[in-house]
């Protein structure tokens, strides 16, 4: 059985800069620089990385990357 995830593609981004604002920089290094905009107080991450043209895979990547991070 797998860890639970920390982060997922389902929370909001102003939830994860809150609660784990060392994912920040992850986010800024992908081009992703919404975590400032009142839109990331209730938007979802998901939400958030496809109105940035983001793809499916690319979500599921950035979110991989942001956990195994999170979990060192």
């Not at 499916?56 to 990357?65: G, Q, S, T």
């Amino acid at each position: 059985m797998s860890a639970k995830p920390i982060i997922t593609k389902e929370m909001g981004i102003g939830e994860i800069v809150d609660k784990h604002p060392e994912a920040v920089d992850i986010l800024l290094s992908e081009g992703i620089h919404c975590i400032g905009c009142l839109a990331s107080h209730f938007e979802s991450l998901e939400e958030g990385l496809t109105a940035h043209g983001k793809s499916e895979e690319e979500i599921k990547k950035l979110v991989k990357k942001m956990n195994e991070h999170l979990k060192k």
